[in-house]
């Protein structure tokens, strides 16, 4: 579940459409920042991950949390298409959600 949170803190991108990276394989998690291998600059396209039998494991709900305890981002994904989000700020106000795992505006 923990890997999930972490893919879902990655997958909404901002006006560009790059190709997804798999981020098990491409990514680098340093401290809870994923990197590409060869950069220092934290990564923040698009990612995927798959199952042994190569499809794609996003599927369901995920919830991130701030560090103080609120809830941060509510995503659901369904056959690995995000189909909701929902952002709070670390006050608890529901916000609008930009590029995700960036918090609110």
Known sequence: ????????????????????????????????????????????????????????????KATIWHENGQKSDEVTYKDGELISEKCWDEDGNECECRAFSLGCY
Do not use: A, Q
């Open 1 to 60: 579940m923990k890997k999930i949170l972490l893919i879902t803190l990655l997958l909404i991108v901002g006006c560009s459409k790059p190709e997804p990276i798999n981020y098990e394989t491409t990514l680098v998690n340093r401290k809870g920042v994923f990197y590409t291998n060869d950069t220092n600059k934290p990564y923040s396209g698009l990612v995927f991950s798959l199952y042994d039998d190569g499809k794609k494991k996003e599927e369901g």
